[in-house]
DNA sequence: ACAAAAGTGTTCACTATACACCCATGC
DNA sequence: GCATGGGTGTATAGTGAACACTTTTGT
């Protein structure tokens, strides 16, 4: 290490806001209100004050960007991209962090965003802004990993969910048909995945669900495997 | 996201250089030449200059400061750390990177490096300067992780290599005893894991082993278990 | 001959899957 | 009753751990 910095760079945070709605992935993404990339699709993002720590910076950005708040903040780092001329302002690095939130009221535009609204993930390329396309498509990757080996997926769902609900957050991601007879046995018996809250739930028509909240457990073993 | 930023920072990559020596895990640290932490055990790493993406700061910073260049660079991110008060002498981010080598000749010192070795990876505190003790824990535990779905293991032995070596270093990482005989058959039954180059290599006593190289997989189907 | 290390075959327990079946509800 | 979705039992195939055994070298 040297004793002065030959560099100083802007830092961001950019976040990239996953949940399953009507059993699609959706990220959340806003319509840029200033330049570069005006008008354009962009994950919400900004950068660090002050005093900040990087997830502070990211709660704070996703509160201010698209009034998304209050929520146990469910956030992880996905990586940190610094390509020298990722941003056409300078030198910007910015650390991107994976968000999973239950399915919400649609988010409402905040500052320095035209809008902000849920879109599927598409396979393609969706045409954002920056190396935001980069960037979606790695932290899809690490969600992806992350339902096989930790409890991540009840954060897709509300505090109190099914079996059922919690199956089709598995498919959603993933993009697979899950058999449910086996997905149930299979959850149930992880200790410490879910916990009977002993309640039921009808469903539009149908035996009745139990309902689970979410369990200790803090990684899965055995790990839920992916189907190849 | 904001037009103008409202924070700069010093940007430093750190380097979590591990090995495997005489069957032990082992990192690569040097001595502090300069304040602050002069005279304390750290990580290599340092910080970005102009053009440079991360990368290529950290495959320069190693060369620079332990005399390590040349080798295919197997690197890959561990994660960001940007606490406001992680160093002494203001605002810096740092990304920790990971990097595999195999065995290889004393590191030699370099710039503002008082000193450059191996030492054991302990699992108690090493009393390394900055936030290098939480950043050392973290990237072993991505190695521990990454072994098990990658075919990265290779990256710890030489160009050509025997099962037997390639056990020691699962054995060194993992810090578990693994059966020789279904590790053997475990590794050669992974397709484009290892190739054989049809050549042996004779132990100090005992049958010739079968000589390997690494082969094409990038990510090893199904993953190896590691013990509970 | 003997020790030591490489590599193979076989057994056994455990796990995942597929799917038949039963249960509880709305209409 | 019947359709619909929730949940359980069970047969079967596949996988991983344990370990006896054979092979091939150095001394």
Redesign the pocket.
């Given at each position: 290490m040297i004793a002065r910095p030959h560099l100083t760079v802007g830092l961001a945070v950019d976040l990239v806001v996953l949940t399953v709605r009507d059993t699609r992935l959706e990220v959340l993404l806003i319509e840029r209100g200033v330049e570069p990339f005006r008008g354009r699709l962009a994950l919400p993002g900004g950068f660090l004050r002050e005093g900040e720590d990087l997830l502070d910076a990211a709660v704070r950005e996703l509160a201010e960007e698209t009034g998304i708040r209050g929520i146990d903040p469910c956030l992880e780092q996905v990586r940190t991209y610094a390509a020298p001329d990722r941003d056409p302002r300078g030198r910007i690095a910015t650390v991107a962090h994976l968000a999973i939130l239950p399915d919400l009221p649609a988010p409402t535009a905040g500052t320095d965003a035209a809008g902000a609204r849920w879109e599927p993930v598409r396979a393609g390329s969706p045409g954002l802004a920056f190396d935001h396309d980069t960037i979606l498509v790695d932290a899809v990757e690490q969600a992806r990993r992350r339902l096989e080996n930790t409890p991540l997926a009840a954060q897709f769902c509300r505090p109190e969910f099914?079996?059922?609900e919690l199956r089709a957050v598995y498919e959603a991601v993933w993009g697979v048909a899950l058999?449910?007879?086996?997905f149930?046995?299979?959850v149930?018996g992880l200790p410490g995945f879910v916990v009977p809250t002993g309640e039921?739930r009808?469903?539009?028509?149908?035996?009745?669900?139990?309902v689970y909240r979410r369990g200790p457990a803090t990684a899965l073993n055995?790990p839920l495997?992916r189907?190849a």
């Open positions: 099914t079996i059922a058999d449910p007879r086996n149930h046995r299979k149930t039921m009808s469903p539009h028509t149908g035996r009745p669900a139990a055995p495997q189907p």
